[in-house]
């Protein structure tokens, strides 16, 4: 199976995180795996720096659910309670799309393309 993209990764990643519990990459990656029946060949595809892809793709994925404040925590990390109430509405998935619901995620956005000027 082809990896998941960082916005196919953001509501799996969500509904795990869910618990309440606090997570590191190393906790998610073999549930992602299962979830998406990856192969041992699938976790071994890198980035041009050498990281693997699939955490590359969670660390985005991580980094916008975190922008929208649905997630908080560096190393470790766990689900706020906007993160519950978003998972509560039953989302059919969430993307970029969905997350520019957040007026904090829209501001990461703005900040993030002025930036790059």
């Not at 960082?6 to 299962?34: F, K, N, T």
């Not at 993160?83 to 059919?92: C, R, S």
């Amino acid at each position: 199976m082809a990896l998941p993209t960082y916005e196919e990764l953001m509501l799996p990643l969500l509904r795990h995180i869910a618990d309440g519990r606090q997570y590191s990459y190393a906790d998610l990656v073999p549930l992602l795996r299962r979830d998406f029946r990856l192969s041992d060949t699938d976790l071994l595809v890198t980035n041009e720096g050498g990281q693997p892809r699939l955490v590359n793709r969670l660390a985005w994925a991580k980094k916008y659910l975190q922008e929208a404040g649905l997630l908080i925590g560096l190393r470790r990390f766990g689900i706020t309670q906007r993160g519950a109430d978003t998972l509560a509405t039953n989302p059919e998935g969430i993307d970029k799309a969905y997350l520019q619901r957040f007026p904090e995620f829209r501001l990461y956005l703005q900040r993030s393309k002025e930036h790059r000027r």
